[in-house]
């Protein structure tokens, strides 16, 4: 989990290029994904790591994952959501606790297991994911149909495939190491050694390992959106 944060920074590297060389309708979209992968990414970063703190659990190597691969057998799905941007998950500290004061305050009740309360983060990131590209295409007049993920986070198969459940299109993931290459490319525009970013994006392309997700789950995704929406307004 603690990969998770080359995410946001990666998030930032894009950003930052396109406000350096792209008209202003992109620099708009690329703030407002830069702000997307820095509240939410850093969000999940802090909770996991607060939420294994809180019960003795310690990260060694890819033990994460087998936490994480506890949820694929929980019983019910979307039975809690939480808003990762709620103004109560920015301090860090107690975080189950806030957790399940959230899921109370909303009427939800409250997620009595670890396992169910990661399924709660997941389901929850996932689904303001498709939140914050739906503001997206409504503020850009565009519609997307494949979204790209890039840095370490997108070694959590789980959180990607949601994610693709989620926004109902292809996802693809990678490559990891996005914010070091990215400005390999750059350094290599600029030496001259290859033409522009295109040509960057090709080099990466066919050196890097990308995995795509297709949507699987999209219809219980769908059908719990509307009420996910709601709690965020309550």
């Given at each position: 989990l603690r990969s998770l944060g080359n995410f946001s920074a990666a998030f930032g590297a894009f950003a930052v290029y396109k406000?350096?060389?792209?008209?202003?309708?992109?620099?708009?979209?690329a703030v407002?994904?830069?702000?997307?992968?820095l509240v939410d990414i850093a969000f999940i970063v802090k909770l996991f790591?607060?939420?294994?703190?809180?019960?003795?659990?310690?990260?060694?190597?890819c033990a994460d994952?087998?936490?994480?691969?506890?949820?694929h057998i929980l019983p019910k799905a979307f039975e809690f959501f939480i808003d990762p941007d709620d103004a109560s998950f920015a301090a860090p500290g107690n975080m189950p606790e806030k957790i399940c004061a959230f899921c109370?305050?909303?009427?939800?009740?409250?997620?009595?297991?670890d396992g169910a309360?990661?399924?709660?983060?997941?389901?929850?990131?996932?689904?303001k994911y498709r939140f914050a590209i739906e503001q997206?295409?409504?503020?850009?007049?565009?519609?997307?149909?494949?979204?790209?993920?890039?840095?370490?986070?997108?070694?959590?198969?789980?959180?990607?495939q949601m994610t693709a459940d989620s926004l109902n299109m292809d996802v693809i993931a990678g490559p990891t190491e996005?914010?070091?290459?990215?400005?390999i490319v750059l350094q290599l525009i600029a030496l001259g050694d290859i033409k522009n970013v295109d040509e960057g994006r090709e080099i990466i392309k066919s050196s890097e390992k990308l995995t795509t997700y297709k949507s699987e789950n999209a219809g219980a995704f769908a059908s719990n959106y509307n009420r996910f929406v709601k709690i965020l307004n309550k």
């Open positions: 406000l350096a060389f792209r008209p202003k309708a992109f620099a708009r979209r407002f994904a830069l702000v997307f992968a790591k607060d939420f294994l703190h809180r019960f003795n659990m310690v990260i060694v190597r994952i087998s936490v994480v691969a506890d949820v109370e305050k909303t009427g939800q009740g409250k997620p009595e297991s309360m990661i399924r709660c983060i997941y389901e929850s990131l996932a689904m997206i295409e409504e503020n850009t007049g565009k519609k997307f149909d494949v979204l790209h993920l890039l840095g370490g986070g997108t070694k959590d198969g789980f959180l990607c996005a914010t070091a290459l990215g400005n």
